[in-house]
C-alpha cells in the first residue's frame, strides 16, 4: 500500500502553548486509522491540520506523490445549527460536489450521478427528497458521509462521528464506514469509543501531550499505553 500523508516530528497548539508534539505516523491507502486520546488532547487539531486549514507549530505534515488534501473527504463533529438545515437530502449530498464546479453555475450530469450513486451506496436514496432536519441523527449522519464522499473518495476524515447517536445507529454507521474501507477507502477517525476502535481499526494513533502510540491494533492492545487506555475504559463503564 502507498503511503498518502506521512507526520515527521509534528507539534500542535494555539498562540497560548503547544497542545501535543512528537507526533510521528504516516496513513496509507487503505488504511483504517482510529485516533485515541483524552479531552483536549489535541485530536480535532491534528484533524484540521492534515486537512490544511489549520498550520502546525512545528514539523512536516507531508502529502505524498499522487495525493492532496483535495482527496480528502471531511466529517466534522455537528452541531445543533447543523442538525436543523433546511435543505433536502439531495441538496446536502450534492453540494459535496460543489468544488468541481469551477466557474460553472450548474452542476454536471456526471455530478448528478455520482451524488445518487453515493446515496444508494450509504443506503438513503430512498429518502433523497426529505428535508434534512426532519432525519433521525443516524440518516444525517449518513447523509453528511455521502456529501463527504461526493467531496472526495480517496480518504475520508470522520470525527466523532457517532457522537449523540443510538447503540443501533452507532452499530450501523460503522458498518457503513467499515464497508467505504473494504472497498479501498483510507479512513482516519477520531473517537472516544475505545471498543469500536479496537474492533475496525487496522492502526491506532494515541496522542495526549506527546504520542503515546502508534503501530498495528494488534501491537496497540498488546502495548503499555493500549491496556492502560483500555483498562480505564472497563474501569469507567464505557
Same mark, same amino acid.
Given at each position: %500500500? ?47 491540520? +492534515? ?46 460536489? *460543489? ?14 450521478? +455520482?451524488?445518487?450513486?453515493? %446515496?444508494?451506496? +450509504?443506503?438513503?436514496?430512498? *429518502? ?5 432536519? &426532519? ?19 480517496? %480518504?475520508?476524515?470522520? &470525527? ?28 482516519? %477517525?477520531?473517537?472516544? &469509543? ?10 491506532? +494513533? ?33
Amino acid at each position: %500500500m502507498s503511503e498518502q500523508i506521512i507526520c515527521s516530528d509534528v507539534a500542535l497548539g494555539y498562540e497560548d502553548g503547544i497542545v501535543t508534539e512528537g507526533l510521528n505516523f504516516s496513513v496509507s491507502s487503505g488504511d483504517y486509522l482510529c485516533i485515541l486520546g483524552e479531552n483536549g488532547s489535541g485530536k480535532s487539531t491534528l484533524i484540521k491540520s +492534515l486537512l490544511g486549514l489549520k498550520p502546525q507549530i512545528s514539523g512536516e505534515i507531508r502529502c505524498c506523490d499522487g495525493f492532496s488534501a483535495r482527496d480528502i473527504g471531511y466529517l466534522p463533529q455537528q452541531t445543533p445549527v447543523q442538525r436543523d438545515f433546511p435543505a433536502s437530502v439531495q441538496e446536502i449530498v450534492i453540494s459535496g460536489c *460543489i468544488s468541481k464546479l469551477g466557474f460553472r453555475p450548474f452542476y454536471s450530469k456526471a455530478e448528478k450521478k +455520482l451524488a445518487l450513486d453515493t %446515496m444508494k451506496q +450509504l443506503g438513503v436514496d430512498d *429518502i433523497s427528497k426529505r428535508c434534512y432536519r &426532519d432525519l433521525s441523527g443516524g440518516q444525517q449522519q449518513r447523509v453528511l458521509l455521502a456529501r463527504a464522499l461526493c467531496a472526495a473518495s480517496k %480518504m475520508l476524515l470522520l &470525527d466523532e462521528p457517532v457522537t449523540g447517536l443510538d447503540p443501533i445507529a452507532q452499530t450501523e454507521l460503522y458498518e457503513y464506514i467499515h464497508n467505504l474501507n473494504k472497498k479501498g477507502i483510507t479512513i482516519v %477517525m477520531v473517537s472516544h &469509543d475505545i471498543s469500536s476502535a479496537v474492533k475496525y481499526a487496522s492502526h491506532i +494513533l494515541h496522542i495526549s501531550k506527546k504520542q503515546l502510540f502508534f503501530g498495528t491494533k494488534e501491537d496497540y492492545i498488546n502495548s503499555k499505553a493500549g491496556q492502560r487506555f483500555l483498562e480505564s475504559e472497563v474501569g469507567s463503564g464505557e
